[in-house]
């Protein structure tokens, strides 16, 4: 018996968006002439003198809340440098109570539109990267409100093929694999199952009874 009370994404829209493929196609041969903004460059560059002489890998856990996805990561991974990225200073604040006694990661405020941009103009090995249950913007009308819909798609690419995508609306993540297939990825979809959780929205999402899914994407090269 569901035992969460978290409401099931609800959309007119019923299979991947129309204009997906012509937008990923705008996007890919657009400049994007969005300036950085001033806290993301001064969060980039912490986290740039954190890893000043660090050549190991690197793993991103972009739009990551609270952060408990960011140090479950890092004590799965404690050879690799983690960093959890989100926009809200609230939701970055409330980490501590979800900090790992791991001294391999960071979660930091910033625009993950701009970090990525800073990220793939940088010399980072980044080797996986992580999104897990972003914003799905599920109106029709949003499609560009959604990563793989938007200009930031371009920086997310180029950062490594090695992505791993979760969600709780199947859609988005069908759209994910479309888009990212216009860059030479392929992706493999699955249910999310067992009783571990990598974040909050996970643990609330299934104890309400709903299917969370995990998209793995890769090089066809790999």
Not at 119 to 131: A, E, G, I, N, R
Not at 146 to 163: C, E, F, Y
Request: hydrophobic share 35%; with cysteine.
């Amino acid at each position: 018996m569901a035992s969460g009370n978290s409401r099931e994404i609800t959309t007119s829209q019923v299979g991947v968006h129309d204009k997906l493929d012509e937008l990923v196609t705008k996007y890919r041969t657009s400049e994007n002439k969005r300036p950085v903004s001033e806290h993301t460059q001064r969060a980039f560059d912490e986290v740039n003198d954190w890893l000043e002489g660090y050549d190991g890998e690197i793993i991103l856990d972009s739009c990551c809340g609270v952060g408990e996805s960011t140090a479950n990561l890092a004590q799965a991974n404690p050879r690799a440098r983690i960093i959890g990225i989100d926009k809200s200073a609230l939701r970055v604040d409330k980490h501590e109570h979800y900090r790992a006694q791991q001294n391999n990661y960071r979660v930091i405020r910033a625009d993950v539109n701009d970090f990525w941009r800073l990220v793939q103009q940088s010399s980072w090995k980044v080797t996986q990267h992580f999104l897990l249950y972003p914003n799905p913007y599920p109106k029709k009308t949003q499609v560009q409100k959604r990563w793989h819909g938007s200009a930031a798609m371009v920086d997310l690419m180029a950062i490594t093929p090695n992505i791993e995508v979760r969600s709780n609306w199947l859609i988005y993540l069908m759209e994910f694999a479309q888009a990212a297939k216009h860059y030479g990825l392929i992706s493999d979809l699955k249910e999310v199952t067992g009783e571990f959780h990598m974040t909050p929205f996970e643990r609330k999402y299934r104890a309400s009874g709903q299917a969370c899914w995990q998209l793995n994407c890769r090089s066809e090269e790999d």
